[in-house]
DNA sequence: TTGAAAGCGCTAACAT
DNA sequence: ATGTTAGCGCTTTCAA
């Protein structure tokens, strides 16, 4: 076969602690339906402890047809402040129920999500990304339950985003709207529905869709996009995201103008840099605050075999507001 | 044991091809040493895709005594779209060498990462992160290599940061600098090496240490804050991050001073909304390029067994120029 | 309350 | 060129 290796496995606890191999495995899994004597089992958390042992993985999914790894499947984009918190509770509360949280980063880049499944035999996947079904037929084919975070509702909240926007923008008077498109990924998913969103506040409301530019990270071009809109007559604008809006605002300044005098701004996201831009921005945050914690007892409940009420919504649009559109 | 699972087998593989489970590993492994016939290797394939065969991770290693996953531990902070960027290269890389990249994302947060490693008997840790003695101990006797990357070097690169940041300003012709800490993390390591660079850049050129003043995200306080540097005679701001620069910009435009011909500012970091923040931010950007493949290439030795000539660092500061320190 | 023993699905040495 | 077989370290039944 191969050079036995030199880590530490559970018979070197049992010999240890002077029991057998299966005491070991009971005591350290806490087999329920097994009585285990106090004195038995302090002997062999202590040797396990004083050998620093740590079960293997593999063998031990090989053995009980099922790991404790759940497996995050994010998008490639950046990872925000915002998300990154959400993620620490999701792995917090995880290790609570003595799972362990992987995290495959990169969409599209690396090995298939499948194949990750199988190679670390993951027993769930939450999927903050929409799988295609051929995909997310395969993740379930490897034995893994399938956790979608933000399933169905994305659609939903997605368009809450820009509803909001639109709301607040309409609501302090402005009648007729812009809404920045960001140069890159101009035609994801998310960029598609948080403008229908935008667009649905307006019809509710009796206005014209937003009209709707591309703007560049660039404060010539986004002069040029602001002179569109003012001869258009749009008072106020919601952006994709923050550094849209900021981009808008730029434009703003090479003419002169500014918000919300002139044009009020709406971004998404409320990155850092909006608090001390110049006029600091209104925004849309999405809050993940207990949500992390959520998604872990649909988790935990997925592993029972239950089903439960599909998992409480991720996100929680916000409007934060500033002087861009007050 | 336990209900024998559904879940596609490289026995059901052998029995759709018709030859022997071993067969069917020495195909799909390219079992080196092994010869096996076009037509052999063709059924086999053939019966593996037919039949949606992914080998399982726990089995695998634990009869191979090595996994194909490598864990990349990141720290919790948000993740810029630069750092993106190099993982996906790093993954991409360490995927045409068959491996799995699974990141642990949160550290201090879900299992601790020996477990980690341990439940998915990864072969290789690569740790953005300084490991405290103890866990990088406990990590390699879970049987992983360990793999720095930005070992070591990361203090120098720290500090050549600040020196670029500094050496800009000076060559401009500022003669006293400030420095603007984080409101937030103003102890961390990082912050304290890149003023650290920036200190010595000064010394360096004979001129007195840069007068270092917290700044908080937020306009009015900035401006105190911009007060006081003026009153110190200084002509030129280093900031931690890019956020910080533009809280000095905007805390010099409350008092209707403008850089860079009050005040020069330059961050770290290039973030997007830098290019259109008022005036365009001049930034030192630190760029992985393709420090990911060189990464894997280095993953990719050391399980060879090899220690190459230490990593190459991962990053690599540039200077950025825009209108605010031109 | 404990332990012996049978696998889990795979790799790799050893036949054939 | 292919198959037989012995484990890898663990969980879990079953017997003691």
Redesign the interface.
């Given at each position: 076969m191969?050079?036995p290796?030199n880590?530490?496995t559970s018979t070197d606890v049992a010999r240890e602690a002077g029991v057998s191999q299966t005491t070991v495995s009971f005591v350290l899994n806490d087999t329920r339906g097994q009585t285990i004597p106090e004195e038995t089992r302090r002997r062999v958390l202590e040797a396990a402890k004083r050998l620093?042992y740590?079960?293997?993985?593999?063998?031990?999914?090989?053995?009980?047809?099922r790991?404790?790894?759940v497996?995050l499947a994010l998008p490639?984009?950046?990872?925000?402040?915002n998300?990154?918190r959400f993620?620490?509770?999701l792995?917090?509360a995880?290790?609570e129920n003595g799972l362990?949280?992987?995290?495959?980063?990169?969409e599209g880049?690396?090995?298939p999500l499948?194949?990750?499944c199988?190679?670390?035999?993951a027993s769930v996947v939450v999927s903050l990304i929409p799988l295609d079904a051929e995909t997310a037929a395969?993740v379930q084919?490897?034995?893994a339950e399938l956790v979608h975070g933000a399933a169905g509702r994305a659609q939903v909240e997605l368009q809450a985003i820009g509803r909001l926007q639109a709301g607040h923008l309409i609501e302090s008077g402005r009648e007729r709207l812009g809404y920045a498109l960001p140069a890159l990924h101009a035609t994801e998913f998310r960029v598609r529905e948080r403008m229908r969103g935008v667009e649905a506040e307006c019809a509710d409301r009796g206005l014209a869709p937003p009209l709707a530019l591309t703007v560049d990270?660039?404060?010539e071009q986004?002069a040029l996009v602001v002179d569109e809109w003012v001869r258009s007559s749009v008072t106020g604008v919601c952006a994709y995201n923050?550094?849209a809006a900021?981009?808008v605002?730029?434009g703003m300044?090479r003419r002169g103008l500014s918000a919300p005098d002139d044009l009020a701004v709406i971004g998404v996201g409320d990155?850092?840099?909006?608090?001390?831009?110049?006029p600091?921005l209104t925004t849309v945050a999405v809050d993940y605050e207990n949500s992390g914690r959520d998604l872990a007892r649909v988790v935990a409940a997925r592993l029972e075999g239950e089903t439960p009420a599909e998992s409480a919504s991720v996100t929680r649009p916000r409007l934060v507001r500033r002087a861009s559109a007050p």
């Amino acid at each position: 076969m191969r050079r036995p290796s030199n880590r530490v496995t559970s018979t070197d606890v049992a010999r240890e602690a002077g029991v057998s191999q299966t005491t070991v495995s009971f005591v350290l899994n806490d087999t329920r339906g097994q009585t285990i004597p106090e004195e038995t089992r302090r002997r062999v958390l202590e040797a396990a402890k004083r050998l620093d042992y740590r079960p293997r993985g593999s063998a031990r999914s090989l053995a009980a047809g099922r790991s404790d790894v759940v497996l995050l499947a994010l998008p490639g984009v950046p990872i925000s402040a915002n998300l990154s918190r959400f993620i620490e509770q999701l792995a917090a509360a995880l290790a609570e129920n003595g799972l362990s949280l992987l995290t495959h980063l990169v969409e599209g880049h690396g090995r298939p999500l499948p194949d990750l499944c199988a190679a670390v035999d993951a027993s769930v996947v939450v999927s903050l990304i929409p799988l295609d079904a051929e995909t997310a037929a395969a993740v379930q084919r490897t034995g893994a339950e399938l956790v979608h975070g933000a399933a169905g509702r994305a659609q939903v909240e997605l368009q809450a985003i820009g509803r909001l926007q639109a709301g607040h923008l309409i609501e302090s008077g402005r009648e007729r709207l812009g809404y920045a498109l960001p140069a890159l990924h101009a035609t994801e998913f998310r960029v598609r529905e948080r403008m229908r969103g935008v667009e649905a506040e307006c019809a509710d409301r009796g206005l014209a869709p937003p009209l709707a530019l591309t703007v560049d990270m660039d404060g010539e071009q986004a002069a040029l996009v602001v002179d569109e809109w003012v001869r258009s007559s749009v008072t106020g604008v919601c952006a994709y995201n923050d550094e849209a809006a900021m981009a808008v605002l730029a434009g703003m300044h090479r003419r002169g103008l500014s918000a919300p005098d002139d044009l009020a701004v709406i971004g998404v996201g409320d990155i850092v840099a909006g608090q001390v831009c110049i006029p600091p921005l209104t925004t849309v945050a999405v809050d993940y605050e207990n949500s992390g914690r959520d998604l872990a007892r649909v988790v935990a409940a997925r592993l029972e075999g239950e089903t439960p009420a599909e998992s409480a919504s991720v996100t929680r649009p916000r409007l934060v507001r500033r002087a861009s559109a007050p």
